[in-house]
């Protein structure tokens, strides 16, 4: 199909005329069909969950849709959706229930290209019970992670791979698959942050070899939560810290206190409106997802190889974003300019790129940038080619004035 840019910006009131917005990876703008299930459900009746009043029924309807909708988004089961603030808050509840389990002696692997909440969760809950912490570096040169790289660090003793199945700094996508047979192979459970992934390709947990992985609703066109996604069975071995008269069952005893049932009406409302980004896509909602998704991969490399070729024409630009397999997303520097500066100055002519690490700090700090970081450029669903020349021009335009 052609992809209709146009069609999904008219959906999004937040997107400002004479303007380009490049920060989707730090969050996406909000389509009106998510404003409304927001809406929707307050304005309803609403209590907490039950079988009784319209305000309980409404509260158990919402919590359903809603972990039927992530389960078609992550090819899993509703029963293995988790939801909570964030996917930072839930790595951290993953890691302390996991981390029960551990001794001294046992290892843990994270890697330099994660965002921090993919890191210090792991490497703070192995410290606390005497475990080893181990580093899988990758070449910052090419912006590569191999499962070689991972194999160096595996060990018998291994107990947790955390990885993240798409850099939210540079965009690198490892091979997580085949990952995940070096980590099952070698006795250890793996953990993906697939929270950048997952807004631009479509997430399979079974495809992907992952026993958990989070994400969240708000990369991708969504409300601000968390998600996590397991095999059922995988989390009724869990026994998480709860209250005494919370409830036992999966996924509910990882739940802690009452969902926000606006929130959850607005994810499931999300995944709705990204299934129906190819329209002449049928069958069922994964399905019509997988069909979109590919429909939007197609749109956002054409958006890259427009940046990436507008990007080669300016003078003194570097881009860091260099693996075989990532994302649109480009981290830019540029030689002798800062990142925070050129940053500002690209907002006040209404072009917004974001500067920093982006929690990416081990990332940023072994690509030689320390802990400024560069200028990310990140495409989202509703981003347009006149955004991306926009962006362009005014970048040029930057440049050529500092360098008189």
Known sequence: ?????????????????????????????????????????????LANRGPHSPGERAAEAVVGAARAALADFVAGDPRGVVFGRSATQLTYDLARTLSRTWTAGDEVVVTRLDHDANIRPWTQAAEAVGATVRMADFDPDSGELTADQLAAVLSPRTRLVAVTAASNLIGTRPDIPKIAELVHGAGALLHLDAVHYAAHTAVDL?????????CSPYKFLGPHLGVLAARPEFLETLRPQKLLPSSDRVPERFELGTLPYELLAGAAAAVDFLAALDPAATGSRRERLEASFAALAGHERSLRDRLEAGLAALPSVTVRSRAARRTSTL??????????????????????????????????????????????????????????????????????????
């Open 1 to 45: 199909m052609a992809y209709d840019v146009h069609a999904v910006r008219a959906a999004i009131p937040g997107l400002l005329p004479d303007s380009a917005r490049f920060d989707a990876p730090g969050g996406t703008q909000t389509p009106r069909p998510v404003v409304d299930a927001i809406a929707a459900t307050l304005l309803g009746p």
């Open 206 to 214: 079974a495809a992907l070899g992952a026993d958990t992985l989070v």
């Open 331 to 404: 981290l830019v520097t540029v030689a002798g300019q800062s990142a925070a500066d050129l940053s500002r100055r690209l907002a006040e002519r209404g072009v917004y790129v974001p500067a920093g690490s982006f929690y990416a700090l081990e990332a940023s700090r072994h690509l030689g940038l320390g802990d400024e970081g560069g200028l990310r450029i990140g495409p989202a669903p509703y981003t347009s080619t006149e955004e991306v020349d926009l962006l362009l021009e005014t970048l040029g335009d930057l440049i050529r004035q500092r360098g008189r």
